[in-house]
């Protein structure tokens, strides 16, 4: 009797340990998906030689992509290639958008409506995050977007941010910086876990003075 009280003593025990499990994955899958944050950084992008100019560049992350949705993509990118992938994107759910502000900065008014997002995540290491985000659109220009040599973009499908953070003494996340490519190849780092700038035709948009809000 003793035996058989044991046996279904741990029968209730993995019970017990099999709905925490199922438990705490709902709750990181809730995580993964359902923070929104939203970020605003100076973008500066060199327009000549001897000057530049600024905007300021609005986003917002309301879900973060899932692993089961990256390894689809990332699957996609590698046996067909960056065009594939940005026709994939269309299929994603819409991770938050980012824009130009329509308040505009010292910059050359670029096209202010939202861009949506279709692939957020971010990497979040000891004193440092680090956010990238993809959309199949070309943030801040729409249809307009050209090479710096006036050719189309239709090789470069993709725009790509960015973002980098580190925390201060007092575990605050100060400023960060980060860069826009607006029409770029990417590629999978599969010893970072990370979608990467492969290729882009025009210098970056750079971010500055990058705040969380």
């Known amino acids: 009797m003793c035996a058989q009280y044991k046996k279904m003593k741990f029968g ?3 019970a017990v340990l099999g709905s925490a499990l199922t438990a705490l994955t709902a709750v990181e899958a809730a995580d993964n998906t359902g923070t929104e944050v939203t970020f605003q ?3 500066i992008s060199r327009l000549a030689i ?9 986003i917002r992350v309301d879900r973060w992509s899932t692993d089961e949705e990256r390894e689809a993509l990332v699957s996609i990118l590698e046996s067909e290639g960056n065009h594939a992938l940005a026709t994939a994107m269309n299929d994603q759910p819409d991770a938050g958008f980012a824009r130009f502000d329509p308040r505009g ?16 995540n971010e990497i979040v290491r000891d004193e440092t995050r680090e956010v990238i985000l993809i959309t199949n659109l070309y943030i801040g220009f729409g249809s307009k977007a050209q090479g ?7 090789e470069y499908p993709l725009s790509f941010i960015l973002l ?9 996340w100060q400023k960060g910086v980060g860069r826009l ?6 590629r999978f780092d599969h010893i970072g ?8 035709p025009n210098d970056p948009v750079y971010l500055k003075d990058v705040t969380i809000k």
């Open 193 to 200: 876990n990370k979608f990467t700038i492969d290729e882009f």
């Open 12 to 14: 209730v025990m993995i």
């Open 105 to 120: 900065g010292r910059g050359p008014g670029r096209d202010p409506r939202k861009s949506t997002l279709r692939y957020a």
């Open 148 to 154: 710096a040599d006036g050719s189309k973009l239709a």
């Open 41 to 43: 950084a100076r973008a």
């Open 50 to 58: 001897e000057r530049a100019a600024s905007d300021l560049l609005d």
């Open 181 to 186: 490519f607006v029409g770029a190849k990417v």
């Open 164 to 172: 980098k953070f580190h925390k201060d003494a007092d575990g605050t």
